[in-house]
């Protein structure tokens, strides 16, 4: 088997793997700071059981995404030692920087939250829940600012032993595809938590069983679903579009399958790209919107892949192009079932409304869809290149790691995270089946310790 | 810069080795020492609200490593790849065992993750002392700063040794014994009455197989690396090194026969460290000898990164680590004193 190969898709299935679980804990740490806010201001335990609730299955998760996180900070040197050695000088810093302001951050206040409640007082609980919020959101900007350099590079230099080195750290952090990037990606990771809280409340209302907080979920979900979806379609997935086609058009040509230039360009919204003969196969399409999207004129021209040259397409460029049709068509279902969703809320007829409640229960899975369509478009797009314009991928990879040694473990990656995916469901079942506690807070949590 | 960098680096793993080491010692003690569920569940709290902190060295340290000795992580980690994963592996074990165990109340599910907690533990504290003494014989590097290992070869040091040799299996007992007797003392510094009295009693029995393999490290070191002294013979205050590891050694044999637990925990500490440093003097400049020749060592000078990269770094790095020792005061001081089972923090 080709060796390049076997190492992407190492790094892809413990990437794609790894943030199933961030994005969660992510969206969520933020709705348990809702969660725990209203609690103490309307003085209301319920919110207070919401909040527990939601700190077990944030536990869980919080727990997967660090133990399959640790194989990505150190995948780079494995897999990727000849891209590490020449760039660590830049990206090395933000991903050391996340373990000291990030790790050390959550790993001591997550124990407080979780653990923590009857010896603090409500504020200083919060307080605990909204470090472990920050945390978790300083952790997601450095892994957004190593990436974003990765795919548009700023403020470096070349040492004359052909490593780089950061000219301005501050432009380094300061870099615009990061900060676009970090909008986009956090309103994904609030999506995926507000569907998935919809999703639970949802159950509840439709099972008659913990009803009462079943509509505390709902609501919190429903806002902040709102707010995030429409977020990730406007301003975020916007100006994170139209950026990208200014520096990465051939990306944005792949995504898009526009083979040739054209002025007024379509929209394709369903089709399967034809490499060989340069078509799309059976296209559903809608002239002008993607110049206008682009350009805000629906006669600019768009750049085509006919522009350059072939061995700088990005690829496999069908999946780019599926990815990204696949995270736009459910970020725009995502905006429209919230929608209405927060109309029917609003009209006090969301929990009686079966036929929603049926849908928000069953969207779950979509989000972690979308977010991970999200990231192989990003990363896709970026092809050939590892870093944009300056390091091919086939210029990345550990040449002595051999496709018999990366198999080898990529194997036992495989196996290893099939387990932890079944504790992890059975484990997620039992939380959801027992339900919030009610009452005052009950006996210390069953766990013996903070994740 | 080289200096300071090398020495941060330093500084970061042997917090790790310290702190992740009396855990990964609770872990390799757990099934012997714990009698019943109950003392297990003990064990498992003294180490609960602090593992993955600890462990967060590692990553923190692994990170600083990356961006100041590029070259280095980069050599190292693709060259030790099949030893890495397997440590990663473990790592995922490891932190899963240590969370699932308590969420379903049942002897099977319970005795599973014991077992998990038990191999993980004691293979990583093998692969540790290993990878130290892997860095310290030195590795095959080509003239283009890389290298590849397997497994093992014929367990000769020699110019093509594998991970696992004589001496990098010594090394792996070393660790394993110490950290065995690092999570001992802890355990006798948290709990109360017979699992107390059981650890000290441990504590006590892999003191003398530590010592005994301690002193054997000395000569196995000189052996499979004849230039490691080279430092020392430069510079003799280094000689306060094996001093100190003996008087550590001592002391933590005396304060335990007195019950001064803490203290005999402390010397474990010293003991780690001054060990390590040890390792560290008799590396520098190198990162990582090679067995090929000395002109394809890894040096600081040859793998540091550039000067606005580390002098930016050394802000931010002095800023991060307060935070972080104010993070693990608060938490250690949440924690302080004996475990019980009744509250979620000890007290």
């Known amino acids: ?451 | 810069m080289g200096f300071i960098w090398f020495w941060i680096v330093a500084v970061m793993l042997v917090a790790y080795v310290v702190l992740d080491g009396f855990d990964l010692g609770v872990g390799i003690l757990h099934p012997f020492l714990a009698r019943s569920e109950q003392e297990r569940q003990l064990m498992l709290r003294s180490i609960g609200p602090v593992w993955d902190g600890n462990e967060v060295w590692l990553l923190a340290g692994g990170g600083t490593l990356y961006f100041a000795f590029p070259l280095l992580y980069a050599s190292a980690f693709s060259g030790f790849y099949l030893a890495l994963m397997i440590v990663l592996w473990l790592l995922i074990m490891r932190g899963a065992s240590v969370e699932l165990r308590m969420q379903i109340d049942m002897r099977v599910w319970k005795a599973f993750f014991d077992g998990v907690f038990f191999f993980s533990s004691a293979v990583l504290a093998i692969f540790y002392g290993a990878a130290l003494a892997n860095v310290i014989r030195g590795v095959p590097l080509q003239a283009d700063g890389y290298f590849f290992l397997s497994l093992w070869t014929n367990f000769r040091v020699g110019p093509q040794p594998g991970i696992l040799d004589w001496y990098t299996v010594l090394g792996g007992v070393v660790a394993f014994v110490a950290l065995a007797e690092h999570g001992a003392l802890y355990v006798a510094v948290k709990t109360e009455a017979d699992l107390q009295a059981r650890a000290r009693t441990f504590a006590k029995r892999l003191w003398a197989a530590l010592f005994v393999v301690t002193l054997l490290s000395l000569p196995g070191s000189m052996i499979a690396r004849p230039d490691t002294m080279t430092n020392y013979k430069a510079y003799p205050i280094a000689f306060a090194v094996p001093i100190v590891v003996l008087l550590a050694l001592f002391g933590m044999l005396l304060f335990s026969r007195k019950g001064d637990d803490r203290k005999a925990f402390t010397c474990s500490c010293v003991y780690l460290t001054v060990m390590l440093v040890g390792a560290a003097i008799g590396l520098y400049p190198r990162l990582l000898p090679a067995t090929t020749g000395s002109q394809y060592d890894i040096t600081v000078a040859k793998a540091l990164s550039g000067p606005h990269t580390l002098h930016v770094g050394l802000i931010w790095w002095g800023f991060g680590m307060c935070l972080a020792v104010v993070y693990f005061i608060v938490v250690y001081r949440m924690f302080r004193g004996k475990v019980s089972l009744d509250g979620g923090y000890g007290h």
């Open chain 1, 1 to 451: 088997m080709d060796a390049m190969l076997l190492h992407r898709i190492h790094f892809a299935f413990t990437v794609v793997y790894h943030y199933l679980f961030p994005q969660l804990t992510m969206g969520l740490a933020l709705l348990i700071v809702v969660l725990k806010t209203i609690a103490i201001r309307r003085q209301d335990e319920r919110y207070n059981q919401a909040a527990r609730f939601w700190g077990k299955i944030f536990a869980i998760n919080f727990l997967l995404g660090v133990v399959t996180g640790i194989p990505m900070e150190f995948q780079f040197g494995t897999n990727w030692s000849q891209f590490a050695r020449t760039t660590g000088g830049v990206i090395g810093q933000p991903l050391a920087m996340e373990g000291v302001f990030s790790f050390f951050l959550e790993s001591a206040f997550l124990g407080l939250f979780l653990f923590g409640e009857k010896r603090l007082s409500p504020w200083k609980h919060w307080g605990a829940a909204f470090l472990v919020f920050v945390g978790s959101w300083i952790s997601g900007f450095f892994i957004i600012v190593t990436n974003a350099w990765m795919q548009h590079p700023v403020a470096y230099q070349i040492l004359p032993n052909g490593v780089y080195e950061v000219t301005s750290f501050w432009r380094l952090l300061t870099n615009p595809w990061a900060l676009l990037q970090y909008a986009h990606n956090m309103s994904g990771a609030v999506v995926t938590g507000a569907f998935v809280m919809c999703s639970l409340g949802a159950f509840y209302v439709l099972e008659n069983r913990f009803a009462e907080h079943g509509q505390i979920f709902l609501r919190i979900g429903v806002v902040a679903g709102v707010i995030a979806s429409v977020a990730q379609i406007f301003p975020t997935g916007d100006l994170h579009g139209r950026y990208m086609a200014k520096h990465q058009p051939a990306a944005v040509a792949g995504m898009e399958g526009l083979f040739r230039s054209q002025k007024g360009a379509p929209i394709v919204l369903i089709g399967q790209p034809d490499e060989e003969h340069q078509t799309i196969d059976n296209p559903i399409a809608v002239n002008d919107v993607l110049s206008f999207l682009i350009y805000g004129t629906t006669q600019a021209e768009v750049k085509g892949l006919n522009e350059f040259p072939r061995d700088q397409w990005p690829e496999p460029l069908p999946l780019l192009f599926y990815s990204y049709h696949i995270m736009a068509g459910l970020g725009t279902y995502f905006a429209l079932i919230m929608i209405v969703a927060a109309f029917l809320l609003w009209r006090g007829k969301l929990f009686q409304n079966r036929w929603v409640l049926w849908a928000l229960m069953l969207s779950f899975p979509f989000p972690y869809i979308a977010n991970t369509a999200g990231w192989l478009t990003a990363e896709l797009g970026r092809q050939p290149w590892v870093v944009y314009g300056l390091i091919r991928t086939s210029a990345g990879y550990s040449k002595y790691v051999g496709p018999g040694n990366s198999l080898f473990t990529l194997l036992g990656f495989m196996g290893l995270y099939t387990v932890t995916s079944i504790l992890f469901i059975v484990l997620v079942y039992r939380i959801i089946d027992k339900g919030p506690a009610v009452g005052p807070l009950a006996q210390a949590s069953q766990m013996v310790a903070p994740a």
